[in-house]
């Protein structure tokens, strides 16, 4: 990402919109006894503007009325007119973030090669603000997510945060065949990705399949029924962690496992059975963590020089 590319052509960059703004509501405006009086979509002008990006707007609307609305029940108009207002309400759309996305890569059932027909197309990636918005009183969204259509983007900072920790999901992002887009930084960022592999996948892996499977021990005890779905993803997470050990990559295909995961899904695998291999899959764990080449942390040095740089491509 170029400097120019942040230059005097872009967007006004800020959180909190001016007094003056010309918005469209997302939900419908109600008055003090609870009666609609407005529906969504209903467009007004901001006349009393908060002094962070949490607190409510003072709108005014064409028919002289006013409402108090927080920030995520107004849409800019002009984001509206570009985009209808379903598209309008993505993050991405509203603050003008779609020119900071550095990567975008697909993840999920689709990448894992357990796609079906029908599957949702998991997107996930990175954006790394400009400086003028990221050093400002009103910071930057760690999170950027469209659940309409299954996208999140993390600030850069909090994706490498989450990276360093071993974060399962994370490293599947640096990892997935799936890749999509990757501005120059990004592609940097893959081709250092060994920077993020350490013996803290191990904990990090272990730890969390450990833990839900209690609970979901506690479920069959009490309830008998089970999130098949969870159970798959929890052993693929096995199968996952113990060839990072061992091959030092992630592995996000597991296509070689797909019938066995599938047929799990489907609650077609006794849940004994499905236990049994969790627990072999424990100490293949414990075994590849024991001979691993893996250092004992991740390079933190080379990731923060990383990020400088990058933050500085955007002053």
């Known amino acids: 990402m170029t400097q120019e590319a942040v230059g005097e052509g872009s967007p006004e960059i800020g959180l909190v919109l001016p007094i003056g703004t010309h918005v469209v509501t997302r939900v419908e405006t109600k008055d003090t006894s609870g009666e609609s009086v407005r529906p969504r979509g209903a467009v007004g002008v901001v006349v009393d503007a908060p002094t962070d990006a949490i607190h409510a707007y003072r709108v005014r609307f064409v028919d002289g009325g006013e409402a108090w609305l927080c920030r995520q029940e107004l849409s800019i108009r002009k984001h509206v007119q570009r985009f209808g207002l379903e598209q309008a309400e993505s993050p991405l759309a509203e603050y003008d973030l779609q020119q900071y996305v550095i990567y975008r890569c697909v993840v999920g059932s689709r990448a894992y090669g357990l796609g079906e027909a029908g599957s949702d197309v998991d997107r996930r990636g990175i954006y790394l603000p400009p400086a003028e918005l990221h050093w400002s009183l009103w910071g930057v969204p760690e999170t950027l997510q469209d659940r ?9 900072q909090k994706f490498l945060t989450l990276a360093l920790k071993a974060n399962p999901n994370v490293l599947e992002c640096l990892y997935t065949p799936l890749v999509e887009y990757a501005a120059p930084p990004a592609e940097e960022l893959l081709a250092m990705r060994d920077a993020f592999l350490s013996k803290l996948v191990y ?13 979901l021990e506690q479920d069959v005890r009490t309830t008998g029924a089970l999130k098949w779905k969870h159970v798959m993803h929890l052993i693929r997470l096995l199968l996952s962690g113990v060839t990072i050990l061992k091959e030092e990559t992630v592995p996000v295909n597991v296509e070689a496992h797909r019938a066995r995961l599938l047929a799990i899904r489907r609650a077609e695998v006794p849940w004994e059975e499905v236990n049994a291999w969790r627990l072999r899959l424990h100490r293949e764990f414990d075994a590849a963590y024991a001979t691993t080449r893996l250092p004992e942390r991740p390079d933190y040095v080379r990731v923060n020089a990383f990020l400088v740089k990058a933050r500085r491509s955007m002053v």
């Not at 309409?148 to 850069?156: S, T």
């Open 148 to 156: 309409g259509k299954e996208e999140v983007y993390r600030e850069l």
């Open 203 to 215: 904990q990090t892996y272990n730890g969390y399949v450990l833990s839900q499977f209690k609970k």
